[in-house]
């Protein structure tokens, strides 16, 4: 996963660094994106890198980033709670104690509202891409540890 992640993220620095944009949206990009994100999101809890490195591709604002992203893994989630419940991976006292803590996520979507609209698209494509080599380096080392 975190493999794939890195060729992604140097394909992508590759073609801005030629001075072009190469890179362009394939119709399977996405299927194949998804299913990456869904799968390594229910086995290893991280879905983020392939995700990111699809819409970092596709050119898009930072807000449709977060939005999309957001969405994406809110529906990921709640398709996962009920396995996780039946599982004992989450236990009813845990989801409820989550619950009690939801009103803070207010005050996340406000912060990361607010940076969205302020962040120049140019750096938030910089700074997105250096999250992910981070999380995609991070991801092969800590799989030969």
């Known amino acids: 996963l975190g493999l794939a992640g890195l060729i992604v993220v140097l394909y992508k620095v ?3 660094w030629r001075g072009g944009t190469t890179e362009r949206a394939r ?21 983020g890198p392939p995700i990111a490195a699809y819409l ?4 898009i604002t930072p807000t449709v980033f977060v939005g999309t992203s957001t969405l994406f893994f809110a529906v990921i989630n709640l398709l996962k709670l009920p396995g996780s419940l039946a599982a004992g991976v989450v236990s009813a006292g845990s989801l409820l104690w989550s619950l009690t803590v939801c009103p803070l996520v207010a005050i996340g979507v406000y912060v990361g509202r607010r ?3 302020w962040v120049d698209p140019a750096l938030f494509d910089r700074l997105m891409t250096i999250i992910l080599i981070t999380a995609c380096v991070w991801l092969i080392i800590t799989a030969y540890i």
């Open 14 to 16: 590759h073609s801005h």
């Open 27 to 47: 119709p399977w990009h996405g299927p194949l994106a998804g299913l990456l994100a869904g799968t390594s999101s229910a086995m290893l809890n991280a879905g």
């Open 56 to 59: 970092l591709m596709q050119r």
């Open 115 to 117: 940076f969205v609209l």
